[in-house]
Each structure stands twice: as structure tokens, then as C-alpha cells.
């Protein structure tokens, strides 16, 4: 009976030593994992606490592990108080961000991000707001346990601020190009509805002056009869014939559509008469001889006689087109 009972003593004796043996492996393995955790901790604090970025890190569940004294810069709360806050959300985060901060935490802890990177807006101690932001990425130990995650917060107010004035820049640089093209569209139209306003006086007054030498002809006043009524049609004629254009308002058009055009001319050119600039200004439109001699009432080659005199007094070579030249004033 002894025998046995000191066979049951071994055999418990034996049990109770392996369940110590494998105890004691797995405090070492625990005193392991945390002294290599406490090594990285302390690691990652040391270069943490000495750069600019504000270091976070966040447990699995979400609680701040470490924040690095940066963010006393940045946010004016000391790591010891965003630490003990219930959370950066509630602490600094400006209400309507709030909810894609927690979002994308969420994300983050869970590792489900595409995206690691968040741009929000934050209420500082002082209550200045201020746009930050955030990268995260995953901790592990070396044994591929999850640790939570690290973040690294920065401000980027500055940039914002630069990028608001570059979009206002751009806004307006946008806005004065459709201005410009506004007003080109209506110089162009102007243009057009001058010339084409000059082309028609140009027109009735040549088929006028047509009639009128028609009139003339020896045939029409041939029978007796008919020289009352070829007088009475030349008087009508000749008295409406020739419709002169208001040089005024062709001069102020001209200065609208080609603005500083004749005060140029005039400048470089102070020898130029006013005939000269009614010439050059029906040129400058891109009116033919013809098209002038119907405004001017003359005929075309004497129009052909005045471009040749104008050339000869604004002094231009022989290979120059004058419409050219008058284009570039």
C-alpha cells in the first residue's frame, strides 16, 4: 500500500514539474515579446520625440499608445493630455470632418485602407483652424503579431493656403480669358457690321453714279421728249446721288474695333492729312480701290493714285504690302 502511494507522489510530482517547466517557457516567451516590444517602443520614441511630424501610435482597439511631443507645436495640447482625452476626434478634430476622421480610422485600425493618407481640418487650443495631414501603416512585431498603427500627422494650412491663391489665380485667369474673347468676338462683329454697312453705301452710291452717266448718254436725251424727263431723273439723282459717309462715325468705329490705330498712325507718320486717314482707315478694313472710290465718290484709279502718294509719304519699301504695314500699327 506504501508502494503505491509513493508511486501516485512520483507521478504528480513529475506532472507538476513539466506544467512548471512549460510555465516557466512561457514567461520567458512573454518577457521576450515584451522586452522586444519595449525595445521598438522605445526606438520609435526616441526618433518620434525628435521629429517635426506629430508621431502617433494607436493600440488595435483604437487607444493612443504614444504621441510625440510635436503636437504641442501643432495642436497646443501636450502628449500627456491628447493621450488621456477620449480620443483625437473629440478632442481637436473640426465638427464637419469629424465623421471621415473617424471613418478612416476605422479603416485604418482594421487594415481594410486603400488610401493612407487623410487631409482634415483641425480646431486647435487657441481655436485656430488649421489643415493637417495623415499617413498611417500597420505595426507588427517580429513575430508578425499586430501591434496597431502608427501615424504621422503634419500641417499643411500653409499649402492649402498656397493652393486656394494658385485656383483663385487660375479662376481669374480663366475669367479674363473669356473677357478677352468676349470682346474680340464683339470687335469682330463690330468690324464686320461696319464694313459691311460701308459696303453697301459703297455699292448704292456707284449704281447711283451709273444712272446718272447713263442719263448722260446722247441716247437718252436723243427725242425731245424725253430730255424733260432725263433733267427732271439727272436733278433727282444728283441731288441723292452720292450718299457722303459720316467720317465721324466711321472714326470712332475704327478706334473701338483697332483701338489707338489712327493715333499711332499720326505719331509716326505727323505729315498724313485727313484724306490720308480716311484712306488708311478703309484700307486698314480691308476695303478694295473699288469698294473706296464708291465712299470717296471717285473713281478707282484714281483710289490706285492715292495709294501710290500714300506709300511714297509713309516712306514704304516697294516689297511691303501696304494693307501690311497698316495691319501692324
Known amino acids: ?103 478612416f480610422l476605422t479603416g485604418a485600425l482594421s487594415q481594410t485602407l486603400v488610401n493612407q493618407t487623410l487631409e482634415f481640418r483641425v480646431l486647435t487650443r487657441t481655436k485656430q483652424l488649421r489643415w493637417f495631414m495623415m499617413n498611417v501603416r500597420g505595426v507588427y512585431d517580429k513575430i508578425g503579431k499586430y501591434l496597431g498603427i502608427r501615424a504621422s500627422v503634419i500641417d499643411i494650412s500653409r499649402l492649402k493656403q498656397a493652393m486656394g491663391h494658385i485656383s483663385e489665380l487660375e479662376r481669374t485667369k480663366e475669367f479674363d480669358s473669356r473677357n478677352k474673347q468676349r470682346l474680340q468676338t464683339e470687335l469682330e462683329m463690330k468690324d464686320r457690321e461696319l464694313v459691311s454697312f460701308l459696303l453697301q453705301l459703297s455699292q448704292k452710291n456707284e449704281l447711283l453714279n451709273k444712272a446718272v452717266h447713263i442719263l448722260q448718254s446722247d441716247e437718252a436725251t436723243k427725242s425731245k421728249k424725253a430730255v424733260t424727263l432725263v433733267q427732271q431723273l439727272k436733278d433727282l439723282l444728283e441731288a441723292n446721288a452720292v450718299q457722303p459717309v459720316d467720317w465721324s ?73 501696304l494693307v501690311n504695314y497698316l495691319g501692324q500699327l
Open 249 to 321: 462715325m466711321v472714326e470712332n468705329q475704327v478706334d473701338k474695333i483697332h483701338p489707338g490705330f489712327l493715333d499711332r498712325l499720326q505719331k509716326r507718320h505727323p505729315v498724313v492729312s485727313v484724306n490720308d486717314k480716311k484712306l488708311c482707315s478703309y484700307i486698314r478694313l480691308g476695303l478694295s480701290s473699288k469698294e473706296i472710290a464708291g465712299l470717296l465718290n471717285i473713281t478707282s484709279k484714281s483710289v490706285e493714285i492715292s495709294r501710290v502718294r500714300l506709300r511714297k509719304k509713309l516712306g514704304i519699301n516697294e516689297k511691303i504690302r
Open 1 to 103: 500500500m506504501t508502494g503505491e502511494k509513493n508511486q501516485d507522489q512520483n507521478k504528480r510530482t513529475e506532472e507538476l514539474e513539466q506544467e512548471l517547466s512549460k510555465l516557466k517557457l512561457e514567461l520567458e516567451n512573454v518577457k521576450f515579446q515584451e522586452e522586444q516590444e519595449r525595445e521598438k517602443r522605445l526606438f520609435y520614441q526616441l526618433i518620434a520625440e525628435f521629429a517635426f511630424a506629430w508621431e502617433l501610435w494607436f493600440e488595435p482597439n483604437g487607444k493612443i499608445k504614444y504621441c510625440s511631443p510635436s503636437c504641442s507645436d501643432l495642436t497646443g495640447y501636450t502628449a500627456n493630455q491628447i493621450i488621456a482625452s477620449p480620443g483625437i476626434a473629440a478632442l481637436l478634430i473640426y465638427d464637419a470632418d469629424k465623421e471621415k476622421y473617424s471613418n
